[in-house]
């Protein structure tokens, strides 16, 4: 190593990217693998909600959201996508055009684009992923 030039070779021919810390040549075209672990990511002291979304550039929007016992996302309706619920802990009743359906943890429901939904959680609260397709703005409506 030459004294005026610090590290090794792979620090010379690659950077680090700082979304996955995977080694990338310089100028070339990378795509992030994210990665975050669920089970880290708990609701602070303030009101029900989302806790953590998805960023950066992608198709594909992800939130993880909390509530506490009975807490809930009222009804509202939603034209432009389908969304997956996914229940990590605890229970909820998802309600979709007024029809109730309870769903407990690790059970997935479809919900298509156009209907009215809202959740409900259960006595011991809930957390669960909200997935869909990325949009672009607000396209929810109550």
Not at 41 to 51: N, Q
Not at 112 to 132: E, M, Q
């Amino acid at each position: 190593m030459m004294p005026d030039e610090p590290g090794d070779a792979a620090c010379w021919a690659a950077e680090v990217c700082e979304g996955c810390g995977t080694p990338v040549a310089r100028g070339a075209d990378h795509r992030c693998t994210r990665r975050v672990h669920l089970d880290g990511l708990r609701p602070g002291s303030g009101a029900d909600g989302v806790v953590w979304s998805l960023a950066g550039d992608r198709q594909l929007d992800v939130n993880l959201v909390a509530l506490g016992a009975g807490g809930a996302i009222g009804e509202h309706a939603n034209d432009a996508v389908d969304v997956c619920i996914v229940v990590l802990d605890g229970t909820v009743a998802l309600l979709v055009d007024g029809v109730a359906h309870p769903l407990g943890t690790h059970e997935l429901a479809f919900v298509p684009r156009g209907t009215r939904r809202a959740i409900v959680a259960g006595d011991a609260g809930a957390r669960y992923l909200s997935v869909h397709t990325a949009r672009p703005g607000p396209a929810i409506r109550n």
